[in-house]
Structure formats: C-alpha cells, structure tokens
C-alpha cells in the first residue's frame, strides 16, 4: 500500500471536484476544452512535432513496463472506446443510414 503522505492541494482539488454539481463540471469541461484549443491553435509545428514525439515516447514507454494485467485491462478499455465510436451501418430496404452504437444505454443515436 501507498504510505507516502497525500499533498493537501490534491486533497482539496479531488474534494472540489467530488462537490461539483452537473453544471458547474459542464462550464468546467467548456473552459479547459476552450483554454486547450486555444493552445493548440498558437502552437507552432516545431512545438507540435516536439510535443506528439514526446506523447509517443511516453506511451511506447508505459506500454513497455506494464504488466499482463494492466494490459488486457487496457485493451479492453481501448476496445469499448473504439466500439462506442465507430458507425454502424443500416440498411432500410436499399437505403444504407449510418449511426453510432452507444454501447452504455445499447441505443444508436
């Protein structure tokens, strides 16, 4: 078990976040997506390419040490993720519709 000594300003930020009701994480949501596009969008192609290779690195190197576990967990997650995703395709007589299978409710929406 994890004996080290929780940090009082991460204590706080997860107490916060447990007492938000559903409007105030939804503005939350809205300001960090907002604050991150704009980051993004003023980001130059050197600090991109700098920034993704060290994304790939990092995940090249948690996927090198975790264990058997941690992988069939992983994959399972990134698994339903893809699922929840991708289209599925109809077909009303000959007309193909597509929509997406929401696998939490079991509805296409």
């Known amino acids: 078990m994890n004996n080290q000594a929780t940090n009082p300003e991460t204590l706080r930020k997860r107490n916060s976040k447990n007492n938000e009701t559903t409007e105030q994480r939804q503005a939350h949501l809205v300001r960090e997506r907002e604050r991150k596009r704009q980051n993004r969008a003023s980001e130059t192609e050197e600090r991109r390419e ?3 290779t060290s994304d790939r690195e990092r995940k090249k190197q948690r996927n090198s040490t975790e264990t058997t576990e941690e992988h069939v967990s992983r994959n399972s997650r990134e698994t339903e993720r893809k699922r929840e995703r991708t289209p599925s395709n109809i077909y009303i ?4 519709i597509q929509n997406f299978y929401n696998s939490s409710t079991q509805e296409f929406y």
């Open 50 to 52: 700098t920034r993704r």
């Open 93 to 96: 007589g000959n007309k193909k």
